[in-house]
Nanobody, 125 residues
Framework: QIQLAESGGGLVQPGESLRLSCAASGVTLDQIAIGWFRQAPGKQRETIACISKDKTNTFYKESAKGRFTISRDNAKNTVYLQLNNLQPDDTAVYYC??????????????????WGQGVQVTVSS
């Protein structure tokens, strides 16, 4: 069974950056696509970015394009989400989840989706 653990969250000011990490166990990450999601208070969980197992396909939520970058280091069994120019609207709990199916225009969860425990990102002045 896939187990995922996020880290790297925190409190930052508007315009600052964070890098979130998602470490996987129970699976070799180069066999699956993985995604980042977030849930803000009072809102539904939304897809932020996804990356295919071979890194050839990435998907981004429209508001994340140009600010966030998803990447993976299969040798470390870890996926990253670089968050730049953070804004208060980015405040949320961020989760990684796998497996997903992803192309440049879509990211969809697969049967048996596993979630990490989530990491808090707070953007406030």
């Amino acid at each position: 069974q896939i187990q995922l653990a996020e880290s790297g969250g925190g409190l930052v000011q508007p315009g600052e950056s964070l890098r979130l990490s998602c470490a996987a166990s129970g699976v070799t990450l180069d066999q699956i696509a993985i995604g980042w999601f977030r849930q803000a208070p009072g809102k539904q969980r939304e897809t932020i970015a996804c990356i295919s197992k071979d890194k050839t396909n990435t998907f981004y939520k429209e508001s994340a394009k140009g600010r966030f970058t998803i990447s993976r280091d299969n040798a470390k069994n870890t996926v990253y989400l670089q968050l730049n120019n953070l804004q208060p609207d980015d405040t949320a709990v961020y989760y990684c989840a796998a497996p997903v199916t992803t192309y440049s225009f879509i990211c969809a969860p697969e049967v048996g989706l596993s979630w990490g425990q989530g990491v808090q990102v707070t953007v406030s002045s």
